[in-house]
């Protein structure tokens, strides 16, 4: 730099012809300013060097601040998984803990009902005894005559006396399991394949035949539902007809409204259904039209009404199916929706009103029904429910009753099975 500014200084001196002096400051102006210029592109290149090392220095910063993120997202990662761990841990143990009380408690479970299976069983046949009225024939109420007895108050006392011999002779037959089991038939039609059988049940009672009267009384002093149990426990063992396969034909078992009802037997006649769940596809509970109707459809929100209701729809979750016996004096009209969806499938009505409708139209009569007798079948089927109709006596009533379109029919025109002790 030095010998460029002389040999400037020079040159010019030689051209310009200068004198010393000047050359000399020539040269050092130049001088200086190549020493400036020299200097300041040392201080840039310095200064571009530390910028470049600033920049690699906040470079290794931010990267070593993204290590220190990653490691303490990773201890973060490592605590929560330490404390999932003891959490984990004491669920663990709380759950075994737990299973073992469970298991425990199931122990002494089956400890107490084996111990108690027995005791219960007692308490449920014991049950159905004491909930009888008393075995002791009631007491006459003894009227004490006027001085003129008058013999109308005489007839009454003996007519108490011989129903409450009745009542008593009743309550043993029942007690005795005094009940005899008739199947009669129930076949497809037009085939006449047997389908069912429908149970007739008799009570035993010596020196009385009438099973109406026997009903009457056991109507009047609650022991219908006893004779609907020992009906369906009867029906659990299926009917004494049989199937083309062999097989025992299904039951038709004809209750009362009151075995639905709150009674001294209502545990034991559920106990009895649940028992049978897995045959509850063989067995169908038939009801009467006037008494289940009526108590369904008098008041929807009326709590025995309600309770009825899920009893039923109970049952039929349990495999049941309903037949209602419709009652043609009160006409061929009802809710059938209704009862289709409470778990209904069949309707049982007598053929005689109906062939006796149907001749009364062919001749231009008026009939008591507001529906046309050949459409029932048709009526009930929009609602899944088939139709059977009963007290077919011979083949003309069988042919007559063929225009009812009924997917079942029974009566004496079909053989009639023996009649079977109840076990």
Not at 48 to 62: G, K, P, Q, Y
Not at 319 to 345: C, I, P, Q, T, W
Not at 403 to 414: D, I, T
Request: with cysteine.
């Amino acid at each position: 730099m030095l010998a460029t500014a002389m040999a400037i200084a020079v040159g010019a001196r030689t051209i310009f012809d200068l004198p010393l002096l000047a050359s000399i400051l020539i040269a050092g102006f130049l001088l200086l300013i190549f020493t400036l210029t020299q200097g300041l592109a040392m201080q840039r290149k310095h200064h571009m060097r530390l910028e470049s090392e600033i920049d690699n220095l906040a470079e290794e910063v931010a990267t070593a601040r993204k290590g220190w993120s990653a490691w303490n997202s990773r201890l973060q990662v490592c605590e929560e998984r330490v404390d999932l761990l003891a959490e984990d841990l004491g669920k663990a143990e709380d759950y075994e803990a737990r299973a073992d009380i469970a298991e425990l408690s199931a122990l002494i479970k089956d400890i107490v009902e084996a111990m108690g299976d027995v005791d219960i069983r007692l308490q449920n046949h014991g049950r159905l005894l004491t909930s009888l009225p008393s075995q002791r024939p009631a007491e006459p109420q003894v009227v004490k005559p006027a001085a003129d007895p008058d013999q109308s108050a005489a007839d009454a006392i003996e007519d108490r006396n011989v129903d409450a011999t009745k009542l008593s002779a009743l309550r043993r037959a029942l007690n005795s399991n005094a009940v005899t089991f008739e199947y009669e038939p129930v076949v497809r039609m037009p085939r006449r394949q047997i389908w069912s059988g429908f149970a007739k049940v008799n009570v035993q009672v010596p020196g009385e035949r009438d099973q109406a009267v026997l009903r009457k009384i056991a109507a009047e002093n609650g022991l219908l539902p006893c004779i609907d149990l020992l009906t369906l426990s009867q029906a659990g063992k299926g009917s004494s007809i049989k199937l083309a396969d062999g097989q025992a034909a299904p039951v038709i078992c004809q209750l009362n409204l009151e075995s639905l009802l709150p009674n001294p037997f209502s545990d034991a006649f559920e106990e009895a259904l649940e028992t049978q769940r897995d045959n509850a596809h063989n067995i169908i509970l038939e009801f009467p039209d006037r008494a289940i109707t009526s108590q369904l459809a008098a008041n929807a929100r009326d709590s025995e009404s309600t309770a009825l209701r899920a009893r039923l729809r109970r049952y039929a979750r349990w495999g049941y199916s309903y037949a209602l016996h419709k009652n043609a004096r009160v006409g061929l009209a009802a809710d059938y929706g209704m009862l289709a969806e409470l778990g209904f499938r069949y309707v049982r009505i007598s053929a005689k009103p109906l062939i006796a409708a149907l001749a009364a139209i062919e001749k231009g009569e008026k009939t008591p029904f507001d529906l046309h007798p050949a459409d029932l079948a048709g009526l009930t089927g929009r609602y899944g429910m088939e139709l059977i109709v009963g007290d077919l006596e011979d083949e003309a009533m069988v042919l007559e009753a063929l225009e009812l379109n009924a997917a079942f029919a029974m009566g004496y025109a079909f053989e009639v099975s023996p009649a079977r002790r109840a076990s």
